[in-house]
């Protein structure tokens, strides 16, 4: 069982936004960095923001990402049939000293 | 260039062990944190260990006692040495270097069936 929460599929028609929760708890999204990957089918995952917010070089701007309270969003914008993939979240979890991840949502690109 | 290769994955018999390794080029493992995450197949990615730049060590409570995360700075490689292998244990173990996890490696292969 994880300890992020996210729904387990999205879709959207391609050049449209979609968006991406993941609900955790004080213990870890409420008081830690959130971090988000892609990973391709038969891949490694790769990293798309990191620091709640923030795109390592080479990331397009069509992928976004905010934190709330314990809850975090990704958001992609500018939908290519590429985008499809499995996407998580991940954060530290203070009181389990250890990592956490969603248990990752599939994009499918209409 | 940074990369990261894992190694020593293969079919293991249940109550085996096995030593991964995961070498690193572009950078040094003893400067940075480096964590270990599986991935069953089909399922989703799962945490398993982290070693800090002090040496530190943290464990996902499904393998604490079983599973050893360590370094070797001379050969700039970190290992996991996974005892009491069990069914659920198979997956593809990735290497990466963290907090960020900002760079992984293709993943070893551990499946664990008589």
């Known amino acids: 069982q994880s300890m992020l929460t996210q729904p387990p599929s999205v879709s959207a028609a391609p050049g449209q936004k979609v968006t991406i929760s993941c609900s955790g708890s004080?213990?870890?999204?409420?008081?830690?960095?959130v971090s988000w990957y892609q990973q391709l089918p038969g891949t490694a995952p790769k990293l798309l923001i990191y620091?709640?917010?923030k795109r390592p070089s080479g990331i397009p701007d069509r992928f976004s990402g905010s934190k709330s309270g314990t809850s975090a969003t990704l958001g992609i914008t500018g939908l290519q049939t590429g985008d499809e993939a499995d996407y998580y979240c991940?954060?530290?979890?203070?009181?389990?000293?250890?990592?956490?991840f969603g248990g990752g949502t599939k994009l499918t690109v209409l | 260039e940074v990369q990261l290769v894992e190694s020593g994955g293969g079919l293991i018999q249940p109550g085996g062990s096995l030593r991964l390794s995961c070498a690193a080029s572009?950078?040094?493992?003893?400067?940075?944190?480096m964590t270990w995450v599986r991935q069953a197949p089909g399922k989703g990615l799962e945490w398993v260990s982290v070693?800090?730049?002090?040496?530190?060590?943290y464990y996902a409570d499904s393998v604490k006692g079983r599973f050893t995360i360590s370094r070797d700075n001379s050969k700039n490689t970190v290992y996991l040495q996974m005892n009491s292998l069990r069914a659920e244990d198979t997956a593809v173990y990735y290497c990466?270097?963290?907090?960020?996890?900002?760079?992984w490696g293709q993943g070893t292969l551990v499946t664990v069936s008589s």
């Open positions: 620091d709640n917010d």
């Open positions: 991940g954060a530290w979890d203070t009181s389990l000293s250890a990592g956490v």
């Open positions: 070693i800090y730049t002090g040496g530190y060590t």
């Open positions: 004080s213990s870890n999204i409420g008081y830690n960095f």
């Open positions: 572009g950078f040094t493992v003893s400067s940075n944190y």
């Open positions: 990466a270097r963290s907090p960020e996890y900002d760079y």
